[in-house]
């Protein structure tokens, strides 16, 4: 592991920033424009009350135990459900990680390396990410600062290239028309938001504690809005029929951007932003995994650790064959959060509660 210095809570808004568009721009736009078109889009309402929940129980801890280290401050004095609790959290860094780098693997065979064997693209994506989160978290706030940019980039050269296609009336209706979907909808967007409990890594390296929780309300809130024009966008262009049946949209609307002769496949350079952008998400979860495990067995650096973390990312990599398994993969996870969040919330601020009348 790399060093653990202290970052600024800039750098933390755009580290969250980041860590929601693994859910937001890539793959809950497919579940929420499924069956209600626009109207999908308040289904997003169910992701940031979630996310308000996590960012004001993240705030509470931190305030109550900001000298420690997030699992390690589960652990203490060896409680058992502390250690349980510890061990969920870093299992759900480590299933983020491996669905948010799938996600690249499974685009990038189909759109530019249809030959190349599956495991030989996911254990060149695992040793990158791990040697990228090896580097510490500041090393991938920094890295994370030009990401953020391709995105920008990415979004910007997708939509002027698909604005003579823009028409708003392909987003109509608005009103609801499947509920059930809707309800499916809902329960994604609480699934896509829960990456947000990565903040509890953050806390401990804020610079100032007291007014991370703005920073990551801002983030939180700046993304959400991001979804919902760039949803609201893509179907005016494509209709709701066209768009719910496209799983990666971004590479979609790239794809029918063209630029001449400057670049023949436009969504080749693309893919290669998209895969900057993965690869910085995907180590940011590597890391809050290592990071907590390291806690969990009071090592300090151990690059064994670490890497047998990379190994369980290609594993898990490994294990998911095509786009179907990855779409059931993350529709269980999805109804499983559902549970575990009010539960993990729950114990985390029982345990803090603890600590402050011991103290």
Known sequence: MGSSKIISNREIFFLVLMIQQSGLFWLLPYFLVRGNGTAGLGAVLAGILAAICIILIGRYWGRHMPNMGFVTALRQRHAAIGTITGLLFCLWYLLFAVLILYSFVDAAQKQLLPDTPRIVLCAVIALLTGWMSKGGLEALARLNMLCIGSIVLMMTVSIAGTADLFHPEY???????????????????????????SVFMLYPASADKQTMHKWVLAAVGIGALSLIVWTAYALSVLGQYSLQAVLWIPIHLVRMVEIGALIDQTESLFMVLWMAIVMTIGSMFLWCASEGVHQLVKKQANPYLHWGIALLVFLGMTAIENTMIFLRVEAILAKVMLFFLPVMLGLIAVLAMKRRERE
């Open 171 to 197: 987003a109509l209706p608005i009103q609801i028309q499947n509920t059930a979907q809707m309800q499916e909808a809902a329960v994604h967007s609480v699934f896509c938001y829960s990456s947000l409990l």
